[in-house]
């Protein structure tokens, strides 16, 4: 799954058609996105449920018996060529006044034992500083851009991880993207998606999860390539799948978000010059977040922002902070909140602008 998530908290679907299922007949409703039909994924528990959406074959949502209002009241997960798409609209003030407050955590690298330490960070100790910051901050919604997990991403470490983000999946929803530090498998079987017969299997062997609010569309890619070495890859089918995408969601402004570096060594993104390529044409693709390196840094390339997230785990320089961003999204940038609880706190509490440069 991408994502953890509770019920709890009032959401409703905004800026999308919201369309009566036909021939279920119970008064369920069913979504679809422009005349694409989806299916829906939400979220039971720690559960991802995947359900065909207006298909005739499946009544989808009706099979749960579920009336709008219920229907509305859970946190939402939208799959298409594989990607789980989650409609995020609040009622809250922060969306009525357009904006998006989220919490960016990069890095973790969570192991299973609790005092393992690295640098002399302890992992553990800092997400658990970090859970409390994020839950009083009360940002919406909160994204991990891959290394969730210490080194192998072992099931002891999703155990420890689970443990330590459930406090803020009880409130907002958790989104986990992977990195070259986690292990697929591993990580479903501690977050599972429960997929219904025939759910369309999406970009196939990857993880790809689709966030909207209605100020922000957030794509979180999956560049693990293998397992506890540097590289990281998005591969042609992810790319594929992408590029069919992007244009027909060009209605608000997106960012990506990818744990790999965008730089052409060897451990970067290995295929980051087609990605970037694509990305150009797309106008409305603002900003690309990622992590792996342990820094904290906005740049530009190509009419995008750039922005690389502090690891919350550990750095791997003096010079680098260690901890998390708050994110403030409108329609023309981000305020960027950097929360420094180690390594170079100089810049704690400092908050940067950036722009969308186009
Ligand atoms: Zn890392």
């Known amino acids: 799954m991408a994502a953890l998530l509770s019920s709890g908290l009032e959401y409703h679907a905004v800026g999308f058609t919201l369309v009566r299922s036909k021939g279920n ?14 299916p829906a994924i939400y979220f039971d528990g720690r559960h991802h449920r995947v359900q065909s959406a207006g298909s005739t074959a499946d009544n989808g949502l009706a099979s749960e018996q579920m009336n709008r209002k219920e229907f509305l009241g859970r946190f939402l997960l939208w799959s298409t060529a594989g990607a789980a798409w989650l409609r995020l609209a609040s009622t809250s003030a922060a969306e009525d006044a357009g904006t998006w407050k989220v919490a960016l955590l990069a890095d973790t690298h969570i192991p299973a034992d609790p005092v393992e330490s690295y640098r002399g960070f302890q992992p553990v100790e800092n997400l658990k500083t970090v859970a409390p910051q994020i839950l009083d901050s009360e940002a919406q919604a ?76 957030v794509v979180m890619l999956d560049s693990l390539l293998y397992v506890n070495k540097v590289a990281g890859l998005l591969g042609k089918v992810q790319r594929a799948w ?51 390196s342990h820094r904290y840094a906005v740049e530009q390339r190509d009419g995008l922002q750039l922005v690389n997230l ?49």
Request: glycine share 10%; charged share 25%.
């Open 25 to 38: 007949g119970d008064g369920a409703d069913s979504f679809c996105y422009g005349s694409v039909a989806m």
């Open 142 to 217: 909160v994204f991990l851009l891959g290394d969730a997990a210490r080194l192998a991403g072992l099931p002891g470490d999703y155990e420890r991880l689970e443990q330590l983000l459930s406090p803020i999946a009880a409130r907002v929803p958790v989104v986990i993207g992977l990195g070259n530090h986690d292990d697929r498998d591993n990580f479903f079987r501690r977050f599972p998606v429960e997929r219904s017969p025939g759910e369309h299997p999406g970009v196939p062997g990857k993880h790809v999860t689709i966030v909207e609010h209605p100020v922000l569309r």
């Open 242 to 292: 992408l590029e069919r995408w992007l244009p027909i969601s060009s209605d608000r402004p997106l960012v990506l978000m990818v744990h790999h570096t965008l730089g052409d060594g060897d451990s970067d993104l290995l295929d980051v010059d087609r990605l970037m390529a694509m990305v150009k044409r797309h106008e409305h693709v603002k900003a690309i977040f990622y992590g792996h």
């Open 310 to 358: 502090a690891a919350c785990g550990y750095n791997f320089s003096d010079q680098e902070p260690v901890g998390w961003t708050l994110a403030r999204f409108d329609k023309s940038g981000v305020d960027l909140t950097l929360h420094a609880i180690g390594g170079n706190r100089r810049q704690d509490g400092h908050t940067q602008r950036v722009n969308w440069l186009r």
